[in-house]
């Protein structure tokens, strides 16, 4: 257990929805992270927050959005989503803005 | 933005040392070098990390050249236990972008 909570743990929706994962860090973890992990592919960074702000972006589409709130948990937005949307999307979180990071178990979104 | 190539796959067997070469041409001054674990279905786990020279813990060493273009993950006497996929992952200390390399496939036989 990496101490790193993740909700909720399969979703499944349909296409154009709207859906948000929940990430609780590690007690006194500043910095989350969001990753995508398509069926059988690697990790591609989407976000990283730190104590609150944005501190650096990856791929994230424009139809998705995250935010990191003031008690350090944060939430990943997926809107308007299509099949290929479908993935397991992992949250880490780690003490400063770089070094090892805790992983969730992950959410894994089924878009039908 | 540092690009990280890293093999597909590799076997090995019960006892033998896997060594596991990750490249990352781009890599900036600030950039640590880190290599997590993957199980499936599972998130990954940290292994080591590492800035330059030579790291080393309970469970790896990580090799990295002077130039530091390169890294090498080495699991000493693995198990059947290790068969699982491993990143290398660039770690933009300055806020620049995470590149996780594509993962390494390790099976162990017996």
């Known amino acids: 257990d990496s101490g790193v909570t993740q909700t909720p743990k399969h979703l499944i929706t349909a296409t154009g929805q709207r859906v948000t994962l929940r990430c609780s860090p590690r007690s006194g973890d500043l910095s989350v992270y969001w990753y995508q992990q398509s069926l059988d592919q690697g990790l591609q960074f989407l976000i990283q927050?730190?104590?609150?702000?944005?501190?650096a972006k990856g791929n994230i589409l424009e139809r998705f959005s995250a935010q990191q709130f003031p008690d350090l948990h944060s939430e990943l937005n997926l809107s308007s989503l299509e099949l290929g949307d479908s993935a397991l999307y992992f949250c880490?979180?780690?003490?400063?803005?770089?070094?090892?990071?805790?992983f969730g178990p992950g959410t894994r979104l089924t878009v039908t | 933005l540092a690009k990280t190539t890293q093999p597909i796959s590799m076997d090995s067997y019960e006892g033998q040392e896997v060594n596991i070469t990750c490249s990352h041409n781009?890599?900036?001054?600030?950039?640590?070098i880190t290599w997590y674990q993957q199980f499936p279905s599972q998130g990954p786990r940290f292994i080591i990390q590492?800035?330059?020279t030579k790291v080393t813990n309970e469970v790896a060493s990580l090799f990295i050249p002077a130039d530091r273009k390169s890294s090498t993950l080495s699991l000493p006497r693995v198990s059947l236990s290790d068969t699982a996929v491993y990143y290398c992952l660039v770690d933009g200390a300055a806020g620049n972008k995470l590149t996780f390399g594509g993962g390494t496939r390790v099976l162990v036989k017996p």
């Open positions: 880490a979180s780690s003490v400063a803005a770089g070094g090892e990071q805790y």
């Open positions: 927050y730190y104590n609150g702000e944005e501190r």
């Open positions: 781009n890599i900036a001054t600030n950039d640590y």
């Open positions: 590492g800035y330059k």
